[in-house]
Structure formats: C-alpha cells, structure tokens
C-alpha cells in the first residue's frame, strides 16, 4: 500500500486554547463527519461511512494527526469520539497503537504509530484488515507508516502556541473538502 501525493483541496486554521476547546472542535469535526454525509446513524443519506473512489471500491474515512509529543493529538481524537457517541475513556494507543471503538454506524479505529520502528511493521499487524472493517481511521503520527498508508482524506496538524494551540485541517478529497470548507466557517 503506497500513499500517493494529492492535491490540497481546501485548507482551515482555528486557535484553540485549553483542552476543552479542543474536545469541542473535536465534536464539531464530529457532527460534520455526521451531518456532511461521511458517517451516517441509522441509515441516513450518506454513504454509511465509506467513502466511494473513482474506481468505484469503497475506503474508510482516512483522518491523519501531526504536531510534536503533547500538542493535543489524542485530546482531539477523544473529541472526535465522543462527539461520534463513544462513553466512556479514550485511551492513547501509544503501546497497544491500535484501539478500536465500536458505534452505532460502525468501526472507528484510532492509531498511535509513534512506536514504529518500521513503516512495514503495519503489514505485520494486519492493518489493511482494518481498512476493510473500519469506517474511520484516527491516525497519529502517520509520517511513522509513510508508504504503508492509504491516501488521507482530511489531514490535521497541530501546533503548539505560546498559550494555545492552531489547528490546520487540509483536504485532500472531495468529501474532506466540503467537511473542511464547513469547518472553516465555524
């Protein structure tokens, strides 16, 4: 699995200062994933959290995290989970790097790929079998797995300020596109 080089569709940038501003924006992101089509509960109009490429072959939501140790990567994912209908904790997946979450529409998947010694250690621990499985895909640190992940559809970094933290959303689909383009209104 090789990650191509794609186009920027769309690009936003929010300050946030605090850890619950940053589970909030990670609810928003939630609710735009749910709201924009991406994941749906209950079978609305989407596309039940896939998303269809132009060959016509379905692939989960790819969401990529980046920004130095203790920027916010995982805060920003328990945000996104909770707001997706998670209860309960949300760990780091620092030493297990993977840690599945089971919701109404289906599998998310949030991974820590910090640990990695080798991007190739991905294809040891199946992880194209949660590609097929999962609806969305949490990733942080996905410099780690370079060649060994599949194209990213929203990539999110996180920068450190002195006080607080900015926040860039890219897209890099179609799809990611219109979630980014509402994000950015907010």
């Avoid at 991406?38 to 989407?46: D, H, M, R, T």
């Avoid at 490429?53 to 990567?73: C, F, N, R, W």
């Avoid at 933290?165 to 890099?172: D, H, I, P, Q």
Wanted: proline share 3%.
């Amino acid at each position: 699995m090789t990650a191509e080089v794609t186009k920027v569709l769309a690009t936003a940038s929010i300050e946030l200062a605090g850890e619950a501003a940053m589970i909030e924006f990670g609810a928003k992101i939630a609710r735009g994933l749910l709201i924009g089509g991406g994941l749906s509960i209950g079978g609305g109009l989407s596309t039940g959290g896939v998303l269809s490429t132009s060959e016509g072959t379905e692939k989960p939501i790819i969401m990529t995290l980046q920004g130095d140790l203790g920027a916010g990567k995982t805060t920003l994912s328990r945000g996104v989970l909770q707001g997706l209908g998670h209860v309960g904790n949300v760990k780091s997946p620092t030493y297990t790097l993977v840690e599945p979450y089971q919701l109404a529409f289906g599998a998310v998947y949030h991974f820590d790929l910090y640990r990695l010694t080798d991007a190739e250690e991905l294809e040891y621990m199946g992880f194209a079998d949660y590609l097929t499985d999962g609806k969305l895909c949490l990733i942080e640190w996905p410099e780690k797995g370079q060649g060994f992940l599949p194209q990213t559809d929203i990539g999110i970094q996180i920068s450190q300020l002195e006080e607080s933290r900015c926040v860039t959303l890219t897209a890099y689909s179609a799809y990611a596109e219109q979630l980014v383009s509402q994000l950015g209104m907010i």
